[in-house]
């Protein structure tokens, strides 16, 4: 499994629960979860089948900035 890690604009658990439905169809069998107590509220999504620039253009579409962290 790979781990993809974003930076988001995402701040609420209600924002976290709109979502919730899209990210789920989007990462399959994967697991994600957010850190919105980081200061780069973080999205985590461990999944092998999620190409990060998806996941980035899904939160996009849904009005909220996502960019990829790398090492």
């Known amino acids: 499994m790979e ?4 930076s988001t604009s995402v701040q609420s658990m209600e924002q976290v ?8 169809s989007l990462a399959g069998k994967g ?10 509220r973080i999205l985590r ?3 092998d089948q999620v190409e990060p620039h998806v996941a980035i253009r ?3 579409q849904h009005g909220f900035e996502c ?5």
Do not use: C, G, M, Y
């Open 17 to 24: 629960r709109s979502l919730k439905p899209k990210i789920d």
């Open 31 to 40: 697991q994600w979860n957010f850190a919105l107590d980081d200061t780069d």
């Open 67 to 71: 960019h990829e962290l790398t090492d």
């Open 45 to 47: 999504i461990v999944s």
């Open 58 to 60: 899904l939160l996009n």
């Open 3 to 6: 781990v993809l890690v974003f």
